[in-house]
């Protein structure tokens, strides 16, 4: 009897800079059998749902087909996990956590001021570039990241690897 191929381990790192990178109206997709993250459009899901085939798409429109055979590849295997969304990831939850981190009060407390109200985040990224906090706010964001992404990986069952 054969043994089936080992999967992959995920790269947290990967990971960690797919989740960083995410766009509205994509989805990023971990392949199980490949190791590989794929992007794919909404769009090519709405179209799925409609009954389109690539076949129906415009050929100059490589792309977009392209998009609508890898949203089919996705329904159709259970070889694909949707990482870890910007809405399950809370970014700004970790960035009101950050500030906590901070010993100057002042700092703090200007920081807890810019992630209120309409542009918060870049009126965050303002100030921690303002307070010399920044590359503080980076190695946090990125360890906060890697937990959610070590979460992520043994909730669906897949081995991973620290790079560093």
Known sequence: MEK???????EIDDLVGEMDIQMDEHRTYYNRETGEFVLVTDMAFMQLEDGKTPDDIDPRFEEERRNLRLAH?????????QIPTQFEIHEWEIMKD????IDDENIRGDLLNAIHGS??????????????????????????FAEIAKGWCEEHDLEYVEDG
Do not use: S
């Open 4 to 10: 089936p191929p080992e999967e992959p381990e995920v």
């Open 98 to 101: 950050f500030c906590y981190t």
């Open 73 to 81: 590849d996705i329904w159709e295997n259970d070889n694909y996990v």
């Open 119 to 144: 542009g918060a985040f870049r009126m965050f990224k303002d100030k921690i570039y303002q307070h010399g906090v920044r590359q503080d706010w980076f190695d946090y964001k990125k360890e906060r």
